[in-house]
């Protein structure tokens, strides 16, 4: 089985377009579908390989939680580490009409897998994947231009 969920979109700007504002945590809360980013708390204005970030979440209950930037390819790859070990990954592939976007929470790492699975983390996950990528498509393309 695999420990992975993902879903695409096309999004009519150029990856650096689109890279600027995922490694602008800043902007997270903005196209975030699962509603629960409401904001950065610390950490740089652009994120690289190795950046540390919190983000102020609400998940029931106001939390925070500290991100780590394991991956990073300028305009290609941004991928953060939660506490808990999953993995948010952003894959930008250039195409005919802009920036393919591949976003996915990868869970193979996480203590927590099992855990994951039987309250239905990564179904409920892949939704807000979809859910995010909608929103991203929206943001971006407000501001960009081809």
Known sequence: MTRCRSAQI???????????VLADPAQHSLFDGSGTVKARISGPPRLYLGASFAMRMRMGAPDLVRNLVVEYD?????SCRHPLRHIWRYELTPVDGGTQVTESFDYAR??????FERIGVPDHNHRSIEATL??????VESRATL
């Open 10 to 20: 096309v999004i009519n700007a150029d990856p650096t377009t689109v890279f600027d």
């Open 74 to 78: 300028e305009d290609r790859l941004i």
């Open 110 to 115: 996480s203590p927590l897998a099992p855990v």
């Open 134 to 139: 909608q929103q991203l498509k929206v943001l």
